[in-house]
């Protein structure tokens, strides 16, 4: 069993910067591909970034590629993201996410253990 929780979250305006962490407990995290989703109201949750055990081969989808930066300190049991240049879209709940194997993927049900989210509010 793995727990997540999330923190970070807040308001920010358009072209600023926040970052979000993920302390996971429970289990060796460096075997765990770890994951953000986010899920805006009225819209499917959606893939947004996802880094493997071992930190190489970050994965990122197209909309947040060269503005959001997924880290992770394993001996922190921690994922970061850092997201610049935010835009008022990106306002959504974000969940860091975990699952096994070694390939970072944006398929929602691959994850199997989920946090409770943290909201991100950007204003224009």
């Known amino acids: 069993q793995v727990q997540l929780v999330e923190s970070g979250g807040g308001l920010a305006q358009a072209g600023g910067s926040l970052r979000l962490s993920c302390a996971a407990s429970?289990?060796?995290?460096?075997?765990?591909?770890l994951g953000w989703f986010r899920q805006a109201p009225g819209k499917e949750r959606e893939f947004v970034s996802a880094?493997?055990?071992?930190?190489?081969?970050?994965y990122y989808t197209d909309s947040v590629k060269g503005r959001f930066t997924i880290s992770r300190d394993n001996a922190k049991n921690t994922v970061y993201l850092q997201m610049d240049d935010l835009k008022p879209e990106d306002s959504a709940r974000y969940y860091c996410?975990?699952?096994?194997?070694?390939?970072?993927?944006?398929?929602?049900?691959?994850?199997?253990?989920w946090g409770q989210g943290t909201q991100i509010t950007v204003s224009s």
């Open positions: 996410a975990a699952k096994v194997g070694p390939l970072a993927t944006a398929w929602g049900p691959d994850y199997i253990y």
């Open positions: 880094i493997s055990g071992s930190g190489a081969s970050p």
């Open positions: 429970g289990r060796t995290i460096s075997k765990y591909v």
